[in-house]
Structures are given as structure tokens and as C-alpha cells.
């Protein structure tokens, strides 16, 4: 969801770390498929890639660390969510979790079911992400070949290949409706009446 989660992520990192704070940057399945957080303005940092049996209360272990920072939240397990109030309420860590809250069937994804329990605090973005027909965005659906998809596997990262299938923000009604534009727009260019100027 081209929403600038990650980039809200990085600048939260980068302005911790300009207070000599010491943070760490986690991150899961993110698009570049590498062990960093990447955002569509280009910015990039390099992350520790989370995976299903780590136990997130090691990274606390030996070190002095202020704050965590995790972003795709939603491919964490709701284990890596116990484990980070852990941090917060025995070692004292700041945690900050970016991600969506739900799957591309709408419902919530475990972890960010889990977070939203948990979490001291919860905001949705203000994101400037709007639907073809200009309502905010909300929903996140998946298309495969021009078609959204109701059904299959809950986590299939997009963006990656040949455009197959990538995610489309959109508002709840045309989500439900399964329409991905306006009337003709995916079938004909528009028509427009009348002169051109300057013909
Ligand atoms: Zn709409």
C-alpha cells in the first residue's frame, strides 16, 4: 500500500538517531526482498529481516537499545507482538510499529489484530492515497491480470515481478464491489468531445 508507511518508519528512525538514541530498524518480506526497508521516494536503510522463530527478546540482550522500529508489521507472527511488549514493559524500549491492518479480503492481518490489542497507541496514516474515484483509501485489494482477487494465499508480496499482480488502494465501496475503475476506462481511452485547441 503505497501509503509512505516506510518512509514515516525512516524518518522516525532518523530523527530518534540524530538524539543519540540507538535504535534498531526491523523489518519482514519487504519489497526489495533484502534485509532493508525500502520506500517508493528511494529511501533506503538497512534492516534486520525478521523470521518466523526469531525471538525479538534476544536483540535486547548485551546491548543498549532505546527504541525499535518495525516496519511491515503485518508479516510479523503475533508471537513477535508479545515479545515486543515485552521489550517495552521489562526493558523499557520504545516500540513503533508501521504497517496495514488488513489482508486483501479485509480482514486483519494476525499481527496487526494483535498490535491493535496491544499497542499504547494506534493511528491510521493520513494518507494521501485516494481511490480512482477520489474517496480516501482504506482497503487494500490485490489484482491478478486486471481482476481483484477475493481468494488465496494471505501473504504474497507484489511489486516484485512483472505487474501480474500488485495492490490497489481503494475505498470500502468499491472495494466491495470489486470495481477497479471507472466505467470504460480499463476498455477504451476516454472519448472527449469536441476541438482541440491549437488543430
Ligand atoms: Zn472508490
Known sequence: MDCGKSTLALQIHHNHTR???VGLLLTRNDRSARARVTTRIGLAKEALEVKDHDDLRTLASGETIDYIICDEAQFFTRDHVEQLADLVDIEGIDVYAFGLATDFTATLF???ARL???????ARLQVEVLCWCGA???LNARVS???LV?????FVVGDTDDGRLHYQVMCRKHYRQGRLAAEGTNTKPVEHSGQMSGS
Not at 491493535?116 to 494506534?122: C, H, P, Q, T
Not at 477475493?150 to 494471505?154: K, L
Open 19 to 21: 538524539q543519540g538514541r
Open 110 to 112: 494476525p499481527a496487526s
Open 116 to 122: 491493535f490489542e496491544l499497542a499504547d497507541e494506534v
Open 136 to 138: 480516501d483509501g482504506v
Open 145 to 147: 491480470n486486471g481482476r
Open 150 to 154: 477475493r481468494e488465496g494465499e494471505r
